[in-house]
């Protein structure tokens, strides 16, 4: 967590069992919302489950107007069915995120309505993004990949490209 980049080796990854190193660059903007969320133990998981439902249960408390009944106090299941993780998979956050949208879109009109978001849009965005302002070997290095075609994959055909460059020919 030092210099302008800092540079974040993962423990584990998808392509350690073929003896390649991964590294993310992590730039200002990503600092900035990392240090938000530190905390005293470097080794947690900066987002947890666990933890935001604590906090989201402690705001509610705070924020009631009257006291809660002596008879509701102690209102927790005993042994719930599903317990929050201690950190999120690629699989619950791109299900929270489906599942808000879901809560958001229920009685609205179709114009109104969030379209179906998945969570690797994010990764495909960033690497489009990455190749037009420094190229395929930049977004390929961020992105982690070992051959450009994959790059080219995720950073799919640029349409505002090429109706910039049409706006110019004719």
């Known amino acids: ?46 987002f947890s489950p666990r933890k935001a439902m604590e906090e989201r249960a402690a705001a ?27 950190r999120y998979t690629p699989q619950s956050y791109g299900r929270a995120v489906a599942e808000a949208i879901k809560r958001y879109n229920r009685g609205r009109s179709e114009a ?12 495909h965005q960033r690497a489009l993004e990455l190749k037009r302002e420094a190229g395929l070997d930049v977004a390929r290095a961020v992105l982690g990949h070992r051959s450009p075609a994959i790059t080219e994959h995720y950073a799919t055909l640029d349409t505002a490209k090429a109706a910039a460059v049409m706006e110019k020919l004719g």
Request: aromatic share 4%; with cysteine; proline share 9%.
């Open 1 to 46: 967590m030092a210099g302008k980049v800092w540079l974040y080796r993962p423990t584990a990854h998808k392509t350690e069992h073929h003896g390649h190193e991964r590294i993310i660059p992590i730039g200002p903007k990503g600092q900035e919302i990392i240090r938000r969320h530190l905390s005293v133990d470097l080794q947690a998981f900066l």
């Open 60 to 86: 509610l408390r705070s924020a009631r107007k009257n006291k809660v009944q002596p008879s509701q106090k102690c209102r927790k299941k005993r042994r719930p069915k599903k317990r929050p993780g201690e």
């Open 112 to 123: 109104e309505q969030i379209p179906h978001w998945h969570p690797h849009q994010l990764r």
